[in-house]
């Protein structure tokens, strides 16, 4: 018989609640088959890029204000958004909130993309505005490359369950996640992954929120509640 192991458990029990998430949502449509392995067009993989950005700090309803704002200006794309005047780019993604700073970090992503470098998670930390759930999102759900996206959800349900502490560092975390998973291959690295990210946030969202709902939590028989 395999050795229990929690992080396979956990992925296993989620999926099997929740299903296929479906993420990254492009044009607020969520895909649910085999979006992982689809070659995502240029224009998709910035859409992305902007809403790593557009979420830091808020709920992705708002995000999809700001998105559709800009596709109505035919601003998807990141020619036509660099020639934007930065007080009018803010403007159109106000809903985003912080939405002068965002202005900011996404003109620096753009003039980052201009210089053409690979796009490496270094070479995105480099970037002003750019921090690793940012970068990590940008890698995994527009650049399809195996690395985990650690968020608050994450380490809330991880350190309820007795996996990691509560102020743990977001590099440990992430390094726990992608180990937990090492024998696999890439590709299936990058499906595990972006389901797996999208899993915790409903979860989180459905039982595990600030007050939790453990009485009725699909993890209940497999969590220690470490609250
Ligand atoms: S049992 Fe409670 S603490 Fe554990 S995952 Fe479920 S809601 Fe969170």
């Given at each position: 018989m395999a050795p229990f192991d929690p992080i396979h458990s956990l992925y296993t029990a989620l999926l099997s609640t929740y299903g296929p998430q479906g993420w990254w949502p492009i044009r607020g449509v969520y895909t649910k088959q085999n979006n992982h392995y689809r070659t995502l067009s240029e224009?998709?993989?910035?859409?992305?890029c902007l809403g790593a950005i557009l979420t830091q700090n808020t709920a992705w309803k708002n995000v999809e204000k700001s998105l559709v704002a800009l596709q109505k200006h035919d601003l998807l794309d990141p020619q036509k958004l660099e020639r934007m005047d930065m007080q009018k780019l803010a403007l159109l993604i106000r809903s985003s909130g912080y939405h002068n700073q965002k202005?900011?970090?996404?003109?620096a992503f753009l003039d980052f993309l201009k210089q053409n470098k690979p796009v490496t998670r270094e070479h995105l930390l480099a970037v002003w505005g750019i921090g690793p759930e940012t970068a990590d999102s940008m890698l995994l759900y527009a650049y399809q490359q195996p690395v985990f996206v650690v968020d608050a959800y994450t380490k809330r349900i991880l350190?309820?369950?007795?996996?990691?502490?509560?102020?743990?560092?977001?590099?440990?975390?992430?390094?726990?996640?992608?180990s937990?998973?090492?024998?696999?291959?890439?590709?299936e690295k990058v499906k595990i992954f972006?389901?797996?990210?999208?899993?915790?946030?409903e979860h989180?969202?459905?039982?595990?929120?600030t007050k939790p709902l453990?009485?009725?939590c699909p993890l209940n028989a497999l969590c220690p509640k470490r609250l």
């Open positions: 224009e998709e993989r910035f859409e992305i202005a900011k970090k996404i003109r350190s309820r369950m007795g996996l990691v502490e509560k102020d743990a560092d977001y590099e440990l975390v992430r390094s726990l996640l992608e937990a998973f090492a024998s696999k291959t890439e590709q972006n389901e797996f990210h999208a899993l915790f946030v989180a969202k459905q039982y595990c929120r453990c009485e009725h």
